[in-house]
């Protein structure tokens, strides 16, 4: 039992203030937010916010609770998911709007966090539309 108190204690950050390292994740954050669409590497953060991979990827998920990767994916899968609820572009298109350039991955990312193909997720959309305006629904 005292090594598993031992173990925890000594990965706790004992050089660095909870602000500084809340900080650099919240500034993450906030660039991911604005950029998802374009290519986001954790190599391309690290030298951005001046920090090393290990320290990026251990700072960030202490502070917003998902990994990089997640959050990246669940940014751009919401992204997806707006844009597929219109009808003006191709899903493919879709996938490059929201940071997917391969159409086969993104269709495998979509499925995987929504349970369906994008192609899929857009027809339902299109379903709940068309009930909704039958309803009189705008």
């Not at 950029?35 to 920090?51: D, G, K, R, V």
């Not at 251990?58 to 990089?68: D, E, L």
């Not at 193909?117 to 539309?129: G, L």
């Amino acid at each position: 039992r005292n090594l598993r108190v031992l173990i925890r204690d000594s990965s706790q950050p004992q050089d660095e203030p909870d602000g500084e390292w809340h900080e650099i994740a919240t500034r993450v954050r906030a660039y991911i937010d604005e950029n998802y669409a374009s290519p986001i590497t954790l190599e391309l953060l690290s030298e951005m916010f001046h920090t090393s991979l290990y320290h990026l990827c251990r700072i960030f998920r202490r502070a917003i609770g998902q990994t990089y990767t997640q959050y990246l994916a669940q940014k751009r899968i919401a992204n997806a998911c707006k844009l597929l609820a219109s009808p003006h572009l191709s899903v493919r298109e879709v996938g490059e709007r929201s940071g997917y350039p391969d159409y086969v991955y993104f269709s495998k990312v979509f499925r995987k966090h929504m349970g369906v193909s994008p192609s899929a997720y857009r027809h339902s959309c299109r379903e709940m539309s068309a009930s909704s305006r039958a309803e009189g629904k705008p």
